[in-house]
Nanobody, 128 residues
Framework: EVQLVESGGGLVQAGGSLRLSCAASGFAVDDYIVAWFRQAPGKERVAVSCISSGDGRTSYADSVKGRFTISSDNAKNTVYLQMNSLKSEDTAVYYC?????????????????????WGQGTQVTVSS
C-alpha cells in the first residue's frame, strides 16, 4: 500500500527550529519527486519545497529560502524538512506529497493538483 506519514510538528517560539519527517511506504523516494506544502487557516495550500533525490535537485519557495532545508535518507525511505528561524507566518498544517520523478514534474512542482499521493498533515504552530 502506498502511504505517506508526516511527523515532527509542534509548538515552537519564533526563532526556533523544527524538523519534519515524511516516511514513505509502497514506493522508493529516490524514484519520486517529494514535496512539502502548507496551508494556514483561511488560506490556500501553497508549495514550500521539493526534492528529486534520484538526481539530487531541490527547490524552495522564496519565503523559506535560507531558512528551510529539504533532504532525503533513501535507506530509511524518508524525506525531511529542517525549519530554522521560524516565524509566525510559518504557522500552518504541513503536508507531504509525492509523484513519479520526471523533468516535467520537477518543473511544475508548485502545482498541488499534479501529485498522486498525499499525507494527512502535521501541525506547526509558531508563537510570537
Amino acid at each position: 500500500e502506498v502511504q505517506l506519514v508526516e511527523s515532527g510538528g509542534g509548538l515552537v517560539q519564533a526563532g526556533g527550529s523544527l524538523r519534519l519527517s515524511c516516511a514513505a511506504s509502497g514506493f522508493a523516494v529516490d524514484d519520486y519527486i517529494v514535496a512539502w506544502f502548507r496551508q494556514a487557516p483561511g488560506k490556500e495550500r501553497v508549495a514550500v519545497s521539493c526534492i528529486s533525490s534520484g538526481d539530487g535537485r531541490t527547490s524552495y519557495a522564496d519565503s523559506v529560502k535560507g531558512r528551510f532545508t529539504i533532504s532525503s535518507d533513501n535507506a530509511k525511505n524518508t524525506v525531511y524538512l529542517q525549519m530554522n528561524s521560524l516565524k509566525s507566518e510559518d504557522t500552518a498544517v504541513y503536508y507531504c506529497a509525492a509523484d513519479p520523478r520526471s523533468d516535467y514534474m520537477y518543473y511544475r512542482w508548485r502545482e498541488a493538483g499534479l501529485y498522486d499521493y498525499w499525507g494527512q498533515g502535521t501541525q506547526v504552530t509558531v508563537s510570537s
